[in-house]
């Protein structure tokens, strides 16, 4: 049982605590609020005034999948052999003793998203994950989290210099659309087999690993920078009834409004470093501000290690520059990641029964890039103090 007191509480479930404390107990939130009792025998952190945070949640990068440091042997993030990979499950490249899994606490981040890359029409498999352990399969928060699939120059080049579709965008729209069809007559006719006795179509295992998506049990993980991708992959979403994300949106600000009639959650970045290609013409950190102005519920992601996971807060500062409000900033790398990726009843707030995420900062990680970690605990363990 650890007490973390007299703290500046972010709790992101309602208004800041000036002299907050909080109680975990048992890897949950047992109380957040003033003058809390430590009980018996329970360890006492004294925050002195700090800024005491849920820690941060990534919605959209590739930790563990492209190892610090290495070539081509940890590059474990695209099978680039066939344009559709759905049964490839991301959980099984991650390595959790990559030193990016440190890096990213000391940054403030305990929880993140990851996953295939998009070289891939339709990619495999994302996971949301805490980032400490040593076997992936005890850090798991929630798998499957979504269906990566990807849209605009990168599944082109992966495969036209293969001389294999999709050569086009209308060749990447094409090869979804028929694994979504072939997806749902797989499953019409699995279930004709089971109601009449009949014998049951071949298995499937790529079919198989889209049916989730098909019962709207996770949703597509769309890469889309361009305006016409973005639209492509609403289109095509609407076409089959399914659930979707928009990860990059790097042209989000040009189209704020059509996305905002839409409802659907915008994961913005990487932001940060230089427009390596034609679709990132748009890139900017005033994107984030401006699909929020009209609407939008915005993450900001890193992508990583495009960035580094523990430039998240670096980069949601960036975002406040470029005009947006700081305290939607916050709600972007905690809150709103944690429910849009379906795993805000786990984390992304200081709220009771939630995951003993933490983080204890000096310095206002926001606003000032001089900020360190003082202590920051997962599930109820210190797993690093400054």
């Known amino acids: 049982m650890i007490l973390i007191k007299n703290g500046h509480?972010?709790?992101?479930?309602?208004?800041?605590?000036?002299?907050?404390?909080?109680?975990?107990?048992?890897?949950?939130?047992?109380?957040?609020?003033?003058?809390?009792?430590?009980?018996?025998?329970?360890?006492?952190?004294?925050?002195?005034?700090?800024?005491?945070?849920?820690?941060?949640?990534?919605?959209?990068?590739?930790?563990?999948?492209?190892?610090?440091?290495?070539?081509?042997?940890?590059?474990?993030?695209?099978?680039?052999?066939?344009?559709?990979?759905?049964?490839l499950r991301g959980i099984d490249?991650?390595?959790?003793?990559?030193?990016?899994?440190?890096?990213?606490v000391k940054g403030g981040v305990t929880t993140a998203v990851t996953g295939p890359g998009s070289a891939n029409v339709v990619g495999g498999t994302f996971a949301a994950i805490k980032l400490y352990g040593k076997r992936v399969d005890k850090m798991i928060l929630k798998n499957p989290v979504a269906m990566k699939v990807a849209f605009g120059e990168n599944p082109?080049?992966?495969y036209s210099n293969m001389k294999k579709s999709p050569y086009t965008r209308m060749g990447t729209a094409a090869l979804l659309r028929e694994i979504l069809f072939k997806t749902q007559r797989y499953m019409q006719d699995k279930e004709e087999a089971e109601k009449n006795g009949t014998k049951a179509p071949a298995f499937d295992m790529k079919l198989e690993a889209m049916i989730p998506v098909l019962k709207k049990e996770i949703p597509l993980k769309a890469h889309?920078?361009?305006?016409?991708?973005?639209?492509?992959?609403?289109?095509?979403?609407?076409?089959?009834?399914?659930?979707?994300?928009?990860?990059?949106?790097?042209?989000?600000?040009?189209?704020?409004?059509?996305?905002?009639?839409?409802?659907?959650?915008?994961?913005?970045?990487?932001?940060?470093?230089?427009?390596?290609?034609?679709?990132?013409?748009?890139?900017?950190?005033?994107?984030?501000?401006?699909?929020?102005?009209?609407g939008v519920c915005v993450s900001i992601i890193t992508d990583a290690p495009v960035i580094p996971?523990?430039?998240?807060?670096?980069?949601?500062?960036?975002?406040?520059?470029?005009?947006?409000?700081?305290?939607?900033?916050?709600?972007?790398?905690?809150?709103?990641?944690?429910?849009?990726?379906?795993?805000?009843?786990?984390?992304?707030?200081?709220e009771v029964g939630k995951d003993a995420d933490v983080v204890i900062f000096n310095g206002n990680p926001l606003t000032d890039v001089t900020f360190t970690v003082h202590t920051a605990i997962i599930d109820g363990k210190v797993i690093y103090q400054g």
């Open 9 to 87: 509480v972010k709790t992101m479930a309602g208004p800041d605590l000036e002299c907050g404390d909080v109680l975990l107990e048992n890897g949950k939130i047992k109380a957040v609020g003033e003058n809390l009792t430590a009980p018996e025998g329970c360890t006492v952190i004294d925050a002195e005034g700090r800024l005491v945070t849920p820690g941060f949640v990534d919605a959209h990068c590739h930790i563990g999948l492209d190892n610090e440091g290495m070539g081509w042997e940890g590059m474990d993030y695209n099978e680039i052999t066939d344009p559709c990979t759905p049964h």
């Open 93 to 104: 490249s991650i390595n959790p003793i990559d030193e990016a899994f440190l890096n990213a």
């Open 156 to 158: 082109k080049r992966c």
């Open 224 to 294: 889309a920078h361009r305006a016409d991708d973005i639209f492509t992959a609403i289109r095509i979403a609407k076409e089959f009834g399914v659930g979707i994300t928009l990860d990059h949106c790097t042209d989000g600000a040009l189209i704020a409004d059509e996305l905002a009639e839409e409802g659907l959650p915008a994961f913005v970045g990487p932001s940060l470093g230089k427009k390596s290609k034609i679709e990132l013409l748009n890139k900017s950190f005033e994107t984030p501000g401006i699909l929020n102005r009209a």
């Open 309 to 350: 996971l523990q430039q998240l807060s670096l980069c949601a500062g960036m975002a406040v520059r470029g005009g947006l409000d700081i305290e939607e900033a916050w709600k972007a790398i905690t809150i709103n990641p944690a429910k849009s990726t379906g795993i805000g009843d786990r984390v992304g707030s200081l």
